[in-house]
Nanobody
Framework: QVQLVESGGGLVQAGGSLRLSCVAS????????MAWYRQAPGKQRELVAF???????RSADSVKGRFTSSRDNVKNTAYLQMNSLKPEDTGVYYC????????????WGQGTQVTVSS
């Protein structure tokens, strides 16, 4: 059973930065596909950024150039560096993990609140 524990959310002014962390346990982190999603009030959960097990990363168009996903396979941790934050970035941010062995399974963290004030 994979467990994901997020941290790093909080209140920040527009233009500021935050770094979210997601510590994974319960499976081989090197084989995990990691991603970050967010959900704003009244909106659907959306993909923000991901990092694959072989190190490829990508961000959604809405955050490209501002948000960067990364991972530390020694610390079993995924990160989301968020710069130049905007009020529309406000929401609950969720860590997501996908593994393929012993079977395809997905896991979610508990979520961390990010609030950007104008």
């Amino acid at each position: 059973q994979v467990q994901l524990v997020e941290s790093g959310g909080g209140l920040v002014q527009a233009g500021g930065s935050l770094r979210l962390s997601c510590v994974a346990s319960g499976s081989n982190f090197n084989g995990m596909h990691m991603a970050w999603y967010r959900q704003a009030p009244g909106k659907q959960r959306e993909l923000v950024a991901f990092s694959t097990s072989d190190g490829n990363t990508r961000s959604a168009d809405s955050v490209k150039g501002r948000f960067t996903s990364s991972r530390d396979n020694v610390k079993n941790t995924a990160y989301l560096q968020m710069n130049s934050l905007k009020p529309e970035d406000t929401g609950v941010y969720y860590c997501y993990a996908r593994i393929v062995t012993p079977r395809v399974s997905v896991y979610w963290g508990q979520g961390t609140q990010v609030t950007v004030s104008s």
